[in-house]
């Protein structure tokens, strides 16, 4: 990838902002030399799952050309569409597998659960918006629909293809025991009760990572359309 035609999307993508100028000087510093890769993938990756690029049937050079058309057709337009938001998927995910690795199983599970919620909040947001909604509404939505209400009926109500039987329960099985554990309740047990609960909930984080790879592998598909995760 020509990196000169990544620099130049980029400050043609900062002319549509406020604070362009800064956004012009702070690409020549080295923070934003750094960060240049990720904002250009963050917003190659926004244009797939927006539904502004649409890679079907497309080489990935293909894709990647349209891409930067794309930038600037609507950077001279001034109707820049992407804005940003933070990912704290990767990071939840990476501190759930150290803490089951060390055996801190509740603090695990509230680490994948919240994971688990993000991915799905991510996914609600994008086709949220595919249909229409405005931000404000779709946060509300996400906000005020319980968890096993977003995995079925609205999933079909947005049009997103089915999680499947067996992972959409291996996910209620984590919220379920995520929920015991956040809306803690004191009851009392027996020394081997407490040991029994310690070896299922051991069980279910190490059979959830199969839902992961799924959830992941479904991602990939169905919200990046197949399209490869970076083009620079």
């Not at 250009?40 to 926004?46: A, F, K, M, T």
């Not at 405005?134 to 939505?141: A, G, K, L, V």
């Not at 209620?172 to 047990?189: A, D, M």
Request: proline share 1%; charged share 30%.
């Amino acid at each position: 990838m020509d990196k000169r035609k990544v620099k130049k999307a980029l400050i043609e993508f900062g002319k549509t902002h406020e604070g362009s100028d800064f956004f012009k000087e702070f690409l020549k510093t080295k923070e934003g030399r750094a960060l240049q890769s990720y904002i250009i993938n963050d917003l190659y990756r926004s244009s797939v799952k927006f539904g502004y690029l649409n890679p079907k049937g497309k080489t990935d050079q293909q894709i990647e050309e349209e891409f930067f058309q794309l930038l600037a057709l609507q950077a001279r337009q001034g109707n820049y569409p992407y804005t940003f938001s933070v990912d704290y998927k990767d990071d939840l995910l990476n501190q759930a597998r150290i803490n089951r690795r060390r055996m801190h199983y509740t603090i695990a599970c509230l680490l994948y659960a919240t994971w688990v919620e993000h991915w799905v909040n991510d996914i609600i947001s994008i086709y949220g918006s595919r249909n229409g909604l405005e931000d404000e509404d779709i946060i509300q939505i996400i906000r005020d629909t319980k968890f096993q209400a977003k995995v079925t009926w609205l999933w079909t109500l947005l049009d997103l293809k089915p999680i499947s039987v067996k992972h959409r329960r291996s996910l209620e099985e984590l919220i379920t025991w995520r929920n015991g554990f956040v809306h803690y309740k004191w009851k009392q047990k027996s020394g081997e009760d407490l040991i029994a609960d310690i070896k299922q909930l051991a069980e279910i984080l190490e059979r959830f990572e199969n839902t992961i790879t799924y959830l992941n592998r479904y991602y990939h598909k169905h919200i990046l359309k197949g399209v490869k995760k970076k083009v620079i």
